[in-house]
């Protein structure tokens, strides 16, 4: 197999860059493309309380082990497999297991932070940014954290005014300048899925 082709996926929360990650990843049968998520590299707190840990700031990039992610995406380029931890929501904290996965002509990544970093930036052949209303992606996000992760409304809500839109401001909104292509409304923009799609088709199919 050549060298995976790494595709970067960044946005806010509930941009719908998980939409398009899994858009892509289905358009591309056979296990030709593989996808990994930031956020199962939150770091393990198993030092902490439940308190302590759901009080740490889960939108600053230090709260993540991007060292370990950019080993991962090394080593799956050169055609290694790799154990991805598996990260527990509700807990906040990494699971006992992980994940095995193996190289694959496409690997999207994807997470709110992954332009951020430079070394993991450099991992990545194309960087899409997905572009949504700050309003649309609040209520998306409060919808998934509720249904999904089993959070109430005041923690989300709290959460969201005490760290979450300030780092999207900090951190999350400038990375948008080292995308190379921004996608608005996420899996909705079908034109943008297309044409996206039809370079990864080649790729993941060139040996065949």
């Known amino acids: 197999m050549s060298r995976p082709l790494v595709v970067g996926i960044a946005g806010g929360t509930g941009s719908g860059k998980t939409t398009v990650a899994h858009k892509l990843e289905t358009a591309i049968p ?7 998520e930031h956020d ?21 990039p230090s709260s993540l082990e991007s060292d370990l992610f950019v080993e991962h995406l090394r080593r799956l380029r050169s055609g290694e497999g790799v154990d991805v931890p598996v990260y527990d929501f509700a807990q906040h904290n990494r699971a006992k297991e992980t ?14 932070l992954v332009f951020v970093e430079a070394a993991l930036r450099e991992q990545m052949d194309i960087k899409i940014f997905v572009d949504t209303d700050a309003d649309i992606r609040l209520m ?9 992760r ?6 989300v809500r709290e959460q969201y005014y005490a760290t979450v839109r300030p780092m999207h401001i900090e951190y999350v909104e400038p990375s948008k300048r080292w995308a190379d292509l921004i996608v608005p409304e996420g899996g909705n923009n079908h034109v943008a899925l297309d044409v ?6 080649r790729i993941a199919y060139r040996n065949l």
């Open 30 to 36: 056979d296990n030709r493309c593989v996808r990994i």
């Open 40 to 60: 199962a590299y939150y770091r393990a707190q198993n030092h902490l309380s439940f308190d302590e840990r759901a009080a740490i700031n889960y939108d600053h």
């Open 99 to 112: 994940r095995r996965v193996e190289p694959s002509p496409v690997i999207i990544v994807e997470g709110i």
């Open 140 to 148: 998306r996000r409060i919808r998934r954290d509720i249904e999904q």
């Open 150 to 155: 089993g959070r109430s409304f005041t923690s």
């Open 196 to 201: 996206i799609l039809g370079r990864l088709g």
